[in-house]
């Protein structure tokens, strides 16, 4: 039985109007790996968590998880995925941020009351606890993040999908979340544009074209590659170019 977290083979999905977005995706990630998922718009990013967070099947193709075959099990791949969407508003939608973190619990069957203690105690280790009577409307776009990554981590993930998590942040937010990521000891694929976030935070980059992986590799050695990135419409990071 394998000892990864995760491992992908063959993974295939094409949308119903016939736009093929994954085509004969397979890779590993190891424990506590920091995968940066990086590629052109309409590249297949997103599709590609979707599908490792269950909330799409894939067409072909198998997902283990630590060597257990899950494609079809989008319930147990849920329950070990914990997926942030690129826009936070579409994960939080409770009247206020304690209630939303706390809801992963509640609908598991864990109490209110003991519901409610977990989602204090993890904004709390996110420097968040003040935000956990704010309606999630009054907040800005890091700390909208931040809470919806608190309701996340509650739930005790195995592994952590991200979708540009960087995305519209000031540059002060932008580095707590880049260190909140560094320190929480999780195997986690962060899809992102942010190639210098990329590089300070993420052990392995895999670069996606057209719903296929061309390169896999230390992510200093993929991202400086100046030809190799502009093979698949990229450009170097900031700094470099």
Avoid: W
């Amino acid at each position: 039985m394998s000892d990864f977290p995760l491992e992908a083979k063959n993974l295939r999905y094409r949308y119903p109007d016939g736009l093929g977005a994954i085509s004969d995706v397979s890779f590993t990630l190891e424990e506590k790996e920091k995968i940066a998922l990086i590629g052109a718009n309409g590249s297949g990013k997103t599709t590609l968590l979707m599908l490792l967070a269950g909330c799409m099947s894939p067409q072909k193709g198998e997902i283990y998880l630590r060597g257990r075959e899950t494609a079809k099990d989008s319930v147990s791949l849920r329950k070990n995925t914990g997926m942030l969407f690129q826009e936070p508003d579409d994960q939080l939608f409770m009247p206020t941020v304690a209630e939303d973190v706390s809801f992963g619990l509640v609908a598991s069957g864990v109490n209110a009351r003991e519901a409610r203690a977990k989602a204090i105690a993890g904004l709390e280790a996110l420097g968040s606890e003040y935000l956990a009577e704010r309606p999630p409307h009054r907040m800005s776009s890091g700390e909208k993040r931040r809470a919806a990554l608190a309701g996340i981590l509650v739930t005790q993930p195995d592994i952590l999908l991200l979708d540009e998590p960087t995305s519209g942040l000031d540059p002060v937010a932008r580095m707590k979340l880049i260190e909140i990521l560094d320190n929480l000891g999780k195997s986690m694929i962060i899809a992102t544009h942010d190639l210098n976030m990329a590089m300070d935070l993420c052990d392995t980059a895999l670069i996606l074209k057209d719903g296929a992986i061309t390169a896999r590799g230390r992510t200093r050695d993929i991202l400086l590659n100046e030809q190799l990135m502009l093979n698949n419409g990229l450009c170097l990071p900031l700094g470099y170019q």
